[in-house]
């Protein structure tokens, strides 16, 4: 199993510019996350999914989207990039199971906003 | 209330010494304890977890210690290592949630050799 992939690894990007990070999962989880997170912080959730088709908001949404139409894959889209984005990204995902409920980790995609 | 207040932020210890973090929190919801362990360039990792019903789980040398009166819960690295450097966050979920993690701010342990 791969567990959780994200790609890019890193990505510059200009200010007004649109992206998509990508976040796939070989686990059959049915929760994914997408995490940000700053410098010396912890993680802020940007939006959940508890399953392909149903997706909700997190602490910190705002200029990011997210759809879901495909159990394994969960992307990220940020629509006019801000330097207030600058961050790391990380996806996870989860069973919704109590005693299961472990989130796995992808490796995280750094993104500069300039 | 759903906020989880984790100290200290940063924490050197001597290589075989006990780390000890911190974490505690309002929401009496809270029912899932998890501490995560992130490397450089890493995503987090669970590392080890605890629910209210027990006050203490251990693995190894790492060991939640949980006081449900007092609403806290704190980390503890036994014979410390170099390779236990890392940073370590504490997290919280509400039974009623949909298994959304409320994060600590994270806590950057070095084990000097």
């Known amino acids: 199993n791969a567990g959780v992939t994200q790609t890019p690894k890193f990505r510059i990007l200009k200010i007004g510019q649109s992206m998509t990070l990508q976040c796939a999962q070989d686990?059959?989880?049915?929760?994914m996350y997408w995490y940000r997170q700053d410098p010396g912080m912890g993680l802020k959730l940007i939006y959940y999914?508890?399953?392909?088709?149903?997706?909700d908001k997190g602490e910190v949404p705002n200029g990011y989207n997210v759809s879901r139409s495909t159990t394994e894959d969960f992307p990220l889209r940020l629509e006019l990039a801000a330097p207030s984005q600058t961050s790391v990204y990380f996806c996870?995902?989860?069973?919704?199971?109590?005693?299961?409920?472990?989130?796995?980790f992808g490796p995280g995609t750094r993104l500069l906003v300039l | 209330q759903q906020q989880v207040k984790q100290s200290p932020q940063s924490l050197i210890v001597q290589k075989g010494g006990i780390s000890i973090i911190n974490c505690a929190y309002e929401?009496?919801?809270?029912?899932?304890f998890p501490w995560y362990q992130q490397f450089p360039g890493k995503g987090p990792a669970l590392l080890i977890a605890i629910r209210p019903d027990v006050s203490e789980k251990k693995e190894g040398r790492f060991t939640i210690s949980f006081n449900k009166s007092a609403k806290q819960f704190s980390l503890h690295i036994m014979d410390s290592q170099p390779g236990d450097s890392a940073t370590y966050f504490c997290?919280?979920?509400?039974?009623?949630?949909?298994?959304?993690?409320?994060w600590g701010a994270g806590t950057k342990l070095i084990i000097k050799p």
């Open positions: 997290a919280a979920r509400a039974w009623d949630s949909n298994y959304q993690l409320i």
């Open positions: 686990m059959n989880h049915n929760y």
């Open positions: 929401n009496t919801a809270f029912d899932y």
């Open positions: 999914s508890v399953g392909a088709g149903i997706t």
């Open positions: 996870a995902s989860s069973y919704a199971k109590q005693g299961q409920e472990t989130q796995y």
